[in-house]
Nanobody, 111 residues
């Protein structure tokens, strides 16, 4: 069964960094725009960033200048580098592409 698998979440102090990864060995990444969403407690799901098949990127205003999305089509992976993390970045982060969603990875920013 094809699925997306996220990893890299965890607990980090404000100002810290984390790198999330999304892998799908049997999913043809190269033909899809890949996205990272997040859902914070008590809030709606939010589109954080996306990366097109040609590498073009878009970011939510709340993460511009702090988050960077990248993709490796040969390895069927997409990454989200998060820097200068803030408590309001605390959420479950989901990878999405085509009709597929990952199971989510928890990111907690707290001192």
């Amino acid at each position: 069964q094809v699925q997306l698998v996220e990893s890299g979440g965890g607990l980090v102090q404000p100002g810290g960094s984390l790198r999330l990864s999304c892998a799908a060995p049997r999913f043809t990444f190269s033909t899809y725009t890949m996205m990272w969403y997040r859902r914070a407690p008590g809030k709606e799901r939010e589109l954080v960033t996306d990366i097109g098949t040609g590498g073009s990127t878009n970011y939510a205003d709340s993460v511009k200048g702090r988050f960077t999305i990248s993709r490796d089509n040969l390895k069927n992976t997409v990454h989200l580098q998060m820097s200068n993390l803030k408590p309001e970045d605390t959420a479950v982060y989901y990878c999405h592409g085509g009709l597929l969603w990952g199971q989510g990875t928890q990111v907690t920013v707290s001192s």
